[in-house]
């Protein structure tokens, strides 16, 4: 809901556009203990995602006087996530180490949305727009807790994280 009020097909709608949307997900989670000090997480996620939208609000007002004016104007958007990641977390528990934490995970996504707008006497403007990512990341964390009195702790973290990510 919105604070609109004029429920017109045309540039003067206040209300929102009429929209259709329909997601679908699904996520596996396993985790494997394999001791106090050793645990070990396997993460697989799926989203899907489609829209529609009809956009009431970009339509002219009648009698239409220009050869652009817009008569209709439709969106399909439509957008996909795969991840699969693997986490380990070991305690060790040594002089500059507790834990040792390890993350691999890998990312596949599209998404393309397509628009069509008609016009009054001009050709229709057809609108595809795709985006695509695969990404791969790699990260090591450490801590370490240190305490030099009751009073007194100061917690270390270090490690590295590489990722590399292909865009089109």
Do not use: C
Not at 66 to 76: F, L
Not at 149 to 167: C, E, M, N, P, W
Request: proline residues 2%; glycine residues 2%; charged residues 25%.
């Amino acid at each position: 809901k919105n604070m609109g009020t004029l429920d017109v097909p045309n540039i003067d709608r206040t209300t929102p556009n009429p929209q259709n949307d329909k997601s679908q997900s699904a996520l596996l989670k396993l985790v494997y203990q394999v001791n106090d000090k050793q645990k070990h997480t396997f993460n697989f996620e799926h989203i899907d995602k489609t829209s529609d939208f009809d956009l009431l609000s970009s339509r002219a007002k009648l009698p239409m006087t220009s050869a652009s004016s817009v008569k209709g104007e439709t969106v399909h958007k439509t957008s996909q996530r795969d991840r699969v990641s693997i986490i380990s977390r070991y305690a060790l528990k040594n002089d500059w180490i507790d834990h040792v934490q390890s993350n691999i995970s890998f990312q596949n996504s599209h998404a393309q949305d397509n628009g069509i707008t008609q016009r009054n006497t001009l050709a229709d403007r057809v609108r595809n727009v795709s985006y695509a990512e695969k990404a791969w990341q790699f990260n090591v964390q450490a801590d370490k807790l240190f305490k030099s009195s009751d009073k007194f702790a100061q917690r270390l973290s270090y490690g590295i994280d590489y990722s590399q990510i292909d865009v089109s």
